[in-house]
């Protein structure tokens, strides 16, 4: 069983509001990641890290940032949200050398109205 | 990258055994096959993976053709918390492989 933890499960939040996502994993790994995932849709990598103070952009564009100050955890941040963030976010994290192998918390389902 | 195609959805009954297809016609030597599935709602949980020979865990098995353009997993005896989205990746090992992710298949067990 993976040891990845998002918080919070859902959140439901105004326009213009500033709200993290917070993701740790007690496991270790080098490497985290965010997803971004539409009702029924593909998942979308929008962020990674490769370690500590390694962030870099995914595939798809995305307004909010990260940061990777610690091993274990690798928080996202939206200054200001808007309807259009309305989403699930999904972290998780690998080892190098485990064969690519991605392990994920549960997701953060996210409401702006 | 090599591209994945699975049906879209697919329907089982309980107890019997899942057998999902994926046809990966372009994989590269390098390139390992990943099985991944998620239940509604929740972050996916990785099942699976193998280059070409068949492998067997606790959770299913992988069958890979011989000529590694098409592989399938199956999962012997299905229950109703198998219902999930059935993803098929083929990515190189090094995780600086970024996966991606396709449409899957949706899997349903029926009583």
């Known amino acids: 069983e993976a040891d990845i933890y998002q918080t919070p499960r859902y959140l439901v939040i105004g326009t213009g509001k500033k709200i993290t996502l917070e993701c740790s994993q007690t496991m270790g790994h080098d490497k985290m990641y965010w997803y971004q995932q539409d009702p029924g849709m593909e998942l979308h990598l929008i962020h990674y890290s490769y370690g500590v103070n390694s962030t870099e952009k995914g595939d798809l564009s995305s307004e909010s940032t990260v940061s990777r100050i610690r091993t274990e955890h690798f928080p996202l941040t939206l200054e200001s949200a808007r309807p259009s963030h309305t989403s699930q976010y999904l972290c998780a994290s690998s080892a190098t050398g485990d064969k690519n192998i991605q392990y994920f918390g549960a997701g953060t389902r996210l409401s702006v109205l | 990258d090599a591209k994945t195609t699975q049906p879209p959805s697919m329907d089982c009954a309980e107890g019997r055994a899942a057998n999902l297809p994926c046809n990966h016609s372009t994989i590269s030597g390098n390139e390992y096959v990943y099985w991944y599935r998620q239940i509604h709602s929740q972050g996916p949980q990785y099942i699976i993976h193998?280059?070409?020979?068949?492998e067997t865990n606790e959770m299913a098995s992988l069958i890979i053709t011989e000529d590694r353009k098409s592989s399938t997993l199956i999962l012997p005896h299905a229950t109703l918390r198998d219902t999930a989205v059935y993803y098929c990746?083929?990515?190189?090992?090094?995780?600086?492989?970024?996966?991606?992710w396709g449409a899957g298949t949706k899997l349903i067990i029926k009583p």
């Open positions: 193998g280059l070409k020979n068949n």
């Open positions: 990746i083929v990515r190189p090992p090094g995780s600086n492989y970024q996966l991606i």
